[in-house]
């Protein structure tokens, strides 16, 4: 909107590893849990760019990335839980 044009967004907005990430990570989540994860990794995606703008010298968010650290972080709360479940058994 702001160009006036049409702009393909694989280039010039979301990478084409972001995209694949996304595609591959499917299988994991059923549909409502998958848009939740999708929207709430763009706002911790959103949160790393911001505090860390100082560190981070490209204009570029590494959105994969962060939403992978963002995945890493959910199956280590959710092993977590089931492990202290297990014990308190």
Known sequence: MKT????????????????????????????KNYILYFILSMLFAILMQLGLKKFIKEETVPLAGFSALFLFIILLKDNFIDFQKITLL
């Open 4 to 31: 006036k044009k049409f702009l393909n967004p694989f280039e010039n907005y979301f990478g084409l590893g972001d995209l694949l990430f996304y595609i591959a990570i499917t299988p994991l989540f059923l549909l």
